[in-house]
């Protein structure tokens, strides 16, 4: 059968100027769904049985998994007492790392009486006061370049007095991207350009709260930091949901975190074929294949269940995704738990009415399909001109 959707041989134009294109969509699906079955031959498929599952590496996942390594390397991360940015005194409190362009408040007290002189860091980090030049503050808490310049002042004042605040923090900064509430709103308040003022001790949910948050199209358990070249992947679900406190790093100088939109397949499965509602669910209400033959209905009595597959990691046309095989048939009727195969977002179910035979000529054939499925517009741009549908009908 060569029914496939054909976009370099155009035989026949089909105007659809009158019909939206979502509908047609919706009636494209079905004519496949339908169609589909009967390119199958009657021999037995060449996918990977589930209860084989644990044994195969090669599942193409659409998303990083945090490893082990990575898990350690971020509990270590969330636990740091200094950094860039910070450290903490002998009694736990963390104080501010100066740096140059920041802007200091130095008040000397005499009696009663103080003097307050506003200086700013020079790109070298040193500062001029009073009887001192050029002096080398940076990496210096307020409360030691304090200390420092009463050691110093001790020469030509009897018993200073200093105090030092930062009036404003200039010199260390971290980068939030992607789906944060201030880079999509004009009307925060906060500055635009992505960037943060790190003013001491910041967790990444510190950083978030001060960008304005995060977007209800963000995809949070794929967050991305980005430190010293390195990236690491962080669940902030966990750590808001869960209270995962070993995710929730302290923000270094020159940090970037991006949280990525959420794909177009966050959450659902596509549950599809011989099933008596096929359609897009949620994963949280089947989070295992039973879960899914449950949440659809059932199996139709067309339906060959012994042949039911499993479609993952679909993330391109071009690249090959994982195709697994259970037998429903025997999950249902003998209570073979090796074949309720845990569901991942993204999944598709397909339950066909024939037996399928070779998995890649399934994956070929079933091409147009998959596209339409997961990549609806590069289905759209590569099947349609404007109004009108490519048929091959060779």
């Known amino acids: 059968m060569n029914a496939i959707i054909n976009k370099s041989k155009i035989s026949n134009h089909l105007s659809i100027s009158r019909m939206p294109f979502?509908?047609?969509s919706a009636v494209t699906a079905l004519l496949l769904l339908v169609l589909l079955p009967s390119c199958y031959s009657s021999?037995?498929?060449?996918?990977?049985?589930?209860?084989?599952?644990?044994?195969?590496?090669d599942q193409r996942v659409l998303k990083k998994k945090i490893t082990k390594e990575d898990k350690e390397v971020l509990a270590l991360m969330s636990q740091v007492r200094s950094n860039k940015v910070f450290i903490e005194n002998s009694e736990g409190v963390p104080e501010y790392r100066i740096g140059p362009l920041d802007v200091l408040e130095i008040t000397s007290h005499v009696g009663d009486k103080a003097e307050t002189a506003t200086l700013t860091v020079n790109n070298q980090g040193r500062i001029s006061y009073s009887f001192i030049d050029n002096l080398d503050v940076r990496d210096m808490t307020p409360n030691q370049l304090a200390e420092v310049l009463i050691q110093k002042l001790s020469a030509f004042i009897k018993k200073p007095r200093i105090d030092v605040v930062v009036k404003e923090f200039t010199?260390?900064?971290?980068?939030?991207?992607g789906e944060i509430a201030g880079l999509r709103s004009s009307t925060s308040g906060r500055s635009n350009n992505g960037r943060i003022t790190l003013t001491g001790k910041t967790t990444l949910v510190d950083l978030i709260a001060l960008s304005g948050g995060y977007t209800l199209d963000a995809d949070i358990?794929?967050?991305?930091?980005?430190?010293?070249?390195?990236?690491?992947i962080i669940n902030l679900y966990d750590i808001l949901e869960?209270?995962?406190a070993n995710q929730n790093v302290i923000i270094d100088d020159g940090d970037v975190v991006d949280i990525p939109l959420m794909p177009a397949v966050h959450?659902?499965?596509?549950i599809m074929g011989e099933v008596n509602s096929p359609g897009i669910y949620s994963v949280k209400n089947a989070v295992d294949l039973l879960g899914a033959i449950v949440l659809a209905g059932n199996v139709t009595s067309l339906a060959k269940e012994t042949n039911t597959i499993i479609v993952r990691?679909?993330?391109s046309p071009e690249n090959a995704p994982l195709v697994m095989m259970a037998d429903v048939k025997a999950l249902l009727r003998n209570a073979d738990v090796r074949q309720n195969i845990t569901l991942e977002e993204g999944d598709l179910i397909y339950v066909p009415r024939m037996v399928i035979g070779d998995v890649n000529e399934w994956i070929s054939n079933n091409s147009a399909l998959l596209s339409f499925i997961f990549y609806p517009k590069t289905f759209q741009d590569t099947y349609f001109t404007k109004n009108y549908l490519h048929i091959n009908s060779k």
């Open 242 to 244: 869960k209270g995962d």
């Open 43 to 57: 021999t037995a498929v060449k996918g990977i049985p589930v209860e084989d599952l644990v044994m195969a590496q």
């Open 22 to 24: 979502r509908i047609f």
């Open 267 to 270: 959450e659902r499965l596509y």
């Open 313 to 315: 990691g679909y993330s």
């Open 171 to 177: 010199s260390k900064g971290a980068i939030a991207l």
């Open 221 to 232: 358990k794929q967050t991305k930091l980005v430190r010293e070249g390195k990236s690491y």
